[in-house]
């Protein structure tokens, strides 16, 4: 499977194709061929209109290649959001009938909106997992004005998305509050949510632009993920220690050197 190229069609004059060098794969058991986002690799072809990016420079591909680009959301670059459905990067149907397959292969084509510059001194390993847990933390971290004084942050568990909030949240405030276990269900009065204006909320990944500020963020402060470099072949293996929670904190699989 992973010597071929999935193209989700010839290639527009947007697009560009990148040879897959590593790919994030799997933090948690719950979902079928679970947590697979998060594609890096090398620009090895790009279409005639193609602005950002030129051949050889280390891109990623994150949760999804595709939007409408006309709603709301996708003009003020939220595009994870789209009213009309985001198309995500894995078993997705295109607009073609095709099932997007990801990363699962030696090579991609997306469109340039949708792919993300990786600064060339960051490694490529750890740029994998920014595309999930990094900035599915980031997001509602700056929306909520994180990164300002007098801010505290508690963190239930630490995990693959948790460990990243710890890290981010560590260059802007003092307080970091790791809290162990995880509540089997959160329970809460809606009317104490009056009470000092407080709200409730929720956060998915993130727009192009604040995905691309992220990465640029994590690259200045020398945030790395944690994380374990595997072949494919481990796979399977992978996914049972993942049932036994044996992993700090995500699986990252080397395409190139599985090949």
């Known amino acids: 499977m992973i010597n071929t190229t999935f193209l989700k069609s010839l290639p527009f004059v947007q697009d560009f194709i990148a040879n897959i060098t590593i790919?994030?794969?799997?933090d948690r058991v719950d979902r079928e061929w679970r947590h697979?986002?998060?594609?890096v690799g090398i620009v090895k072809e790009v279409g005639s209109n193609v602005q950002r990016f030129k051949v050889g420079d280390p891109v990623e591909v994150g949760t999804y290649i595709n939007s409408c680009r006309d709603c709301e959301y996708c003009n003020d670059a939220w595009e994870i959001h789209c009213d009309k459905g985001t198309l995500?990067?894995?078993?997705?149907?295109?607009?073609?009938g095709t099932v997007t397959k990801g990363g699962y292969s030696s090579s991609i084509v997306v469109h340039e909106r949708y792919c993300f510059k990786i600064p060339s001194d960051y490694p490529l390993a750890s740029a994998a997992p920014?595309?999930?847990a990094g900035v599915t933390v980031y997001t509602p971290m700056i929306l909520h004005n994180m990164n300002q004084p007098r801010?505290?942050?508690g963190v239930i568990r630490l995990g693959g998305l948790d460990h990243m909030a710890v890290k981010l949240q560590g260059f802007w405030v003092e307080c970091v509050y790791a809290l162990s276990g995880f509540p089997s269900e959160v329970r809460f009065s809606p009317g104490t949510?009056?009470?000092?204006?407080r709200t409730s909320t929720g956060s998915v990944t993130g727009g192009t632009n604040i995905t691309q500020e992220m990465i640029v963020f994590c690259a200045a402060k020398k945030i790395y993920p944690q994380m374990e470099v595997?072949?494919?072949?481990?796979a399977t293996e992978a996914l049972e220690r993942l049932i036994k929670r044996d992993v700090k904190y995500r699986f990252v699989i080397d395409i190139e050197n599985s090949l």
């Open 36 to 39: 697979r986002w998060g594609s």
């Open 23 to 26: 790919i994030l794969t799997i």
């Open 230 to 234: 595997i072949p494919i072949q481990y």
């Open 130 to 132: 920014l595309l999930c």
């Open 88 to 96: 995500f990067t894995f078993n997705a149907v295109d607009a073609d």
């Open 193 to 197: 949510l009056n009470l000092r204006m």
């Open 151 to 153: 801010k505290s942050l």
